[in-house]
């Protein structure tokens, strides 16, 4: 083989590799929880390090969960997506991971609220005596 036939496989092996989607590193943080209406949650994305969104929804529909991109309203009343995943593949992915991020910080919440209320009610042995029944003025 030529060194001219080895020279131009090399270009198209670069690219073909260059062309396989490489994974994407996606960190999600829920801000705030909401336990009524519609809007559940707000999230931040972080993509590889390099990329944000802020103002990713978690919504509560009647069909269930979801996620929903920021989005502005056009003219027509209508929602349009300011950024959104062009693949199937990780729109998939970035939704797992809102979700999954929705989930452990819903359970981390209300875990919180439990050890918060269990430190305010002293132990059954701790609370202070009450008196049983009624007293009468003066004995």
């Given at each position: 083989?030529?060194?001219?036939?080895?020279?131009?496989?090399?270009?198209?092996?670069?690219?073909?590799?260059?062309?396989?989607?490489?994974?994407?590193?996606?960190?999600?943080?829920?801000?705030?929880?909401?336990?009524?209406?519609?809007?559940?949650?707000?999230?931040?994305?972080?993509?590889?390090?390099?990329?944000?969104?802020?103002?990713?929804?978690?919504?509560?529909?009647t069909k269930g969960l979801f996620v929903a991109m920021p989005s502005y309203k056009d003219r027509g009343g209508e929602y349009k997506?300011i950024c959104f995943p062009v693949t199937k593949e990780f729109r998939e992915q970035l939704n797992r991971a809102v979700m999954d991020?929705?989930?452990?910080?819903?359970?981390?919440?209300?875990?919180?609220?439990?050890?918060?209320?269990?430190?305010?009610?002293?132990?059954?042995?701790?609370?202070?005596?009450?008196?049983?029944?009624?007293?009468?003025?003066?004995?």
């Amino acid at each position: 083989m030529s060194n001219t036939q080895e020279s131009a496989k090399a270009p198209q092996a670069e690219q073909s590799a260059a062309s396989q989607p490489q994974p994407m590193k996606v960190d999600v943080k829920i801000g705030s929880i909401r336990p009524q209406g519609s809007v559940r949650a707000f999230a931040s994305i972080n993509l590889n390090d390099c990329f944000a969104i802020r103002n990713v929804k978690v919504v509560d529909s009647t069909k269930g969960l979801f996620v929903a991109m920021p989005s502005y309203k056009d003219r027509g009343g209508e929602y349009k997506d300011i950024c959104f995943p062009v693949t199937k593949e990780f729109r998939e992915q970035l939704n797992r991971a809102v979700m999954d991020a929705y989930h452990q910080a819903l359970t981390q919440s209300q875990n919180q609220g439990q050890n918060q209320q269990k430190a305010e009610t002293p132990p059954f042995d701790q609370a202070p005596e009450q008196g049983s029944g009624m007293k009468k003025a003066g004995l």
